[in-house]
């Protein structure tokens, strides 16, 4: 069975240092991951997805992960954070199982930056 | 190209009502899909269509149905609303079913 779980709840950073959010998962074959984002009251938008091609993903504003399978982890970075990243960010891992697709979302991290 | 919309965007609702929500993609995706965020449990899928005319039940379908007649449209019906329905709604399409989803902007329902 796959499963995801998210290491912080919460992170708070200062604008312009590094974000460092936790996702490790587990899954019985070589899974599909996801990092969305969602600001508040709004929709989740895509940030990256890992399909076992490159391991190191690079998606929007600046955002990557990195897919380490001998750790089971599919952390999210970015190199400085800025004001508008302050959301929550989901890690997914998908499995196709019983005629469609399913995501398996964590359970969030809240992230806030601070000036 | 708007992608997808939804429809309301919020709505008070008394318990024991009729409500369809409604979800539109203008991409062509095969595959449309009913989540429901809930604070502490992250988001369920409801209901899911693979393609038009074909629909399937996911982790919560209880009090819920859709439909899906064309490849734009996949409505969220509650026969019956009740409070434990308070939720917030998110329709998302992909390309096909194992394809990335995407997600509209949400319908924040509360019954009372």
């Known amino acids: 069975a796959q499963s995801v779980t998210q290491l912080d709840s919460h992170v708070s950073v200062s604008e312009g240092t590094p974000v460092l959010l936790r996702c490790n998962y587990s899954s019985s074959y070589s899974p599909s991951l996801f990092w969305y984002v969602q600001h508040p009251n709004k929709g989740l938008q895509l940030l990256l997805k890992y399909t076992s091609a490159a391991t190191l993903v690079k998606g929007i504003n600046g955002f990557e992960a990195e897919f380490k399978k001998s750790e089971t982890s599919f952390h999210l970075t970015k190199p400085s954070a800025h004001m508008s990243d302050a959301a929550e960010y989901f890690c997914v891992v998908s499995a196709f199982s019983g005629g469609y697709n399913k995501l398996i979302f964590g359970a969030g991290t809240r992230l806030a930056v601070h000036p | 190209i708007a992608g997808i919309t939804q429809a309301p965007t919020s709505q008070i609702l008394a318990a024991g009502r009729r409500m369809t929500l409604r979800c539109t993609q203008d991409m062509r995706h095969n595959a449309m899909y009913w989540y429901r965020q809930d604070l502490g449990l992250g988001l369920r899928l409801i209901h899911y269509s693979n393609t038009a005319g074909t629909t399937g039940k996911g982790e919560v379908p209880d009090g819920y149905s859709v439909s899906r007649a064309n490849t734009d449209d996949f409505p969220l019906t509650l026969a019956s609303a009740v409070p434990s329905q308070t939720s917030v709604y998110f329709c998302?399409?992909?390309?096909?079913?194992?394809?990335?989803?995407?997600f509209g902007p949400g319908t924040r329902l509360l019954v009372l």
């Open positions: 998302a399409s992909s390309v096909s079913a194992q394809e990335t989803q995407y």
